[in-house]
């Protein structure tokens, strides 16, 4: 799978929004974009998903470049319990496989 | 609620025995699931491919002697960590999907913290 560039590290204040970015300059067109966070002490969790149109659920936004070479997952209104790591993640098509970068840490001032 | 749980949560033994940690799918019957090592500020490392009725597959540089994987039923898998040393001690972290296919999202459990004195 292609690799992902996240920045290390991030601080955003309470109830404003939060752009996380990615790059991955090097996707191929049957990878997937995923993104899990992961809370301190916990097991990751599922964020969102998309392959090439932008993508909204309940927990967040993810917006997806046109040329697929990078992406922004967007926390539309941060709140404490938001501050986790999180990981940007590319995944080919029939892989079953996560393969975990190092990801972002959030961390979220009140 | 949790649809993959992990017991136990903590566990803390002695150099030199075996641990033993279940993961298991709560609805949904899992074919596969995937054994993750997360030391202390570090990110989630893939270990191991656990296929019910089969052999584990284990990624390269994991030794299969040391982590036995036996996924012996649809909803559980189990890793043996054997002759544990201080250098195992770790976050292990178990995961699957409802579905095969690759896209679709993949449930963890709420990871085992194993403490080797």
């Known amino acids: 799978d292609a690799k992902t560039t996240q920045p290390n590290s991030m601080e955003s204040n309470e109830e404003e929004p939060v752009h996380l970015p990615c790059n991955h300059s090097t996707i191929s067109g049957t990878d997937y974009i995923h993104w899990y966070r992961q809370l301190p002490s916990q097991g990751p969790e599922y964020v969102i998903h998309?392959?090439?149109s932008n993508v909204n659920n309940r927990m967040a936004s993810l917006a997806i470049a046109e040329d697929r070479k990078s992406s922004t997952l967007i926390l539309h209104r941060a709140t404490l319990r938001d501050a986790a790591v999180y990981y940007c993640?590319?995944?080919?098509?029939?892989?079953?496989?996560?393969?975990f970068g190092t990801g972002t840490r959030l961390t979220i001032i009140p | 609620g949790a649809v993959v749980s992990q017991h136990p949560s903590r566990v803390i033994c002695k150099s030199g025995t075996s641990v033993k940690i279940e993961c298991r799918s709560l609805?949904?019957?899992?074919?596969?699931m995937f054994w993750y090592r997360q030391f202390p500020k570090q990110s989630l490392m893939l270990m191991a491919t656990?296929?019910?009725?089969?052999?584990?597959?284990?990624e390269q540089g994991v030794e299969k002697d040391k982590f036995l994987i036996n996924h012996a039923s649809l909803t559980l898998s189990t890793l043996t960590v054997t002759s544990a040393h201080p250098e195992d001690s770790s976050f292990y972290i178990c995961?699957?999907?409802?579905?095969?296919?690759?896209?679709?999202?993949?449930?963890f459990g709420e990871g085992s913290r194993l403490t080797v004195l």
């Open positions: 998309g392959l090439t």
């Open positions: 609805d949904f019957q899992a074919t596969t």
């Open positions: 995961s699957a999907r409802k579905a095969p296919g690759g896209t679709g999202e993949l449930f």
């Open positions: 656990s296929n019910e009725g089969s052999k584990a597959t284990y």
């Open positions: 993640i590319l995944n080919n098509f029939g892989n079953e496989k996560l393969t």
